[in-house]
């Protein structure tokens, strides 16, 4: 397969998942922006409103919109191919029922909106830059080697808190009054991108060897992070090198500029091809 073939393949992919996400928030949502999941309900028909820890909200919306992305692979003939542990990357594998080799990881991501700011959302990470990214040939904690995949994107949601009491996240209902419980988030955005379009030049969490990214929700929605003018190609490598390189100080290198100015790219050129830290959301509005 050429290159300019593999590119045009990745734009399809990126369009059709871009639309697909469009439709997603009608699915999750009641007309007055809540959430359509309002809890757990037993045999009895009693129904227990949902924590608002974010990973049990996450692994809900998961669930939920399952049905939908089996849907989407359907139509655009595609197989779900699931990590096989918990831990692997990515969540989802589509993989070409025409040709096998037409791969692509899609990693599933939920945030939500920073009360304080809501320009602004809590973050997210994109995947490791260890073993599998700088061996693309390895098969550690990875479905498929990182360089089968023809390209790497992230299906992310934005939502908004709601600001519930313990007592009411915790209270049982009866189905009769299904209607009356509040959903502990709402106001959903979805979004589709290419990950090495979103992230930033920031480790992703604490120890581990987390990508970070973005922060700035319109910079997330329209692909615009740090990388976004310089390529693919200055992502892969800054992430690969993070960390690795000491300046002559000693300092290792853990910040875009410092690398860009590692590679010999003056202050003019660096400013002309690396978006605003302050859009990307490495410092605050």
């Keep these: 397969m050429s290159e300019p073939e593999k590119i045009t393949i990745k734009d399809v992919f990126l369009q059709k998942s871009q639309t697909f996400a469009e439709t997603l928030k009608s699915y999750v949502s009641t007309p007055d922006n809540q959430w359509t999941i309002k809890g757990f309900i037993d ?17 809900i919306l998961e669930i939920h919109l399952f049905s939908k992305f089996l849907a989407f692979a359907n139509q655009n003939n595609y197989e779900v191919i699931l990590a096989e542990k918990q831990n692997w990357y990515p969540d989802i594998s589509f993989v070409s029922k025409d040709n096998p080799e037409i791969k692509f990881a899609v990693d599933l991501k939920t945030t939500y909106r920073i009360d304080e700011n809501p320009k602004f959302c809590n973050g997210f990470t ?12 390895s098969s550690k904690n990875i479905q498929y080697p990182y360089n089968q995949y023809l390209g790497h994107y992230c299906l992310g949601i934005i939502y908004s808190r709601k600001a519930l009491s313990y007592l009411e996240e915790s209270k049982k209902y009866s189905i009769k009054e299904l209607k009356n419980i509040q959903s502990v988030i ?20 604490g120890n581990t060897a987390n990508i970070g990214g973005i922060s700035y929700i319109k910079d997330i929605i329209k692909g615009q992070g740090i990388f976004s003018k310089l390529g693919e190609h200055f992502f892969d490598e800054y992430w690969i090198n993070y960390g690795k390189i000491n300046l002559p100080n000693s300092k290792k290198i ?19 091809n690396i978006v605003s830290k302050k859009t990307t959301g490495n410092t605050k509005e």
């Design 126 to 137: 994109l995947g490791s830059h260890g073993e599998y990214f700088i061996n693309r040939n």
């Design 254 to 272: 853990t910040n875009l500029i410092d690398y860009l100015k590692f590679k010999g790219k003056d202050e003019k050129w660096i400013n002309e």
């Design 186 to 205: 709402g106001e959903f955005e979805f979004f589709a991108q290419e990950k090495w379009r979103i992230a930033s030049d920031k480790s992703g969490s």
């Design 43 to 59: 045999i009895f028909e009693n129904i227990y409103t949902i924590s608002s820890d974010t990973k049990i909200i996450s692994k």
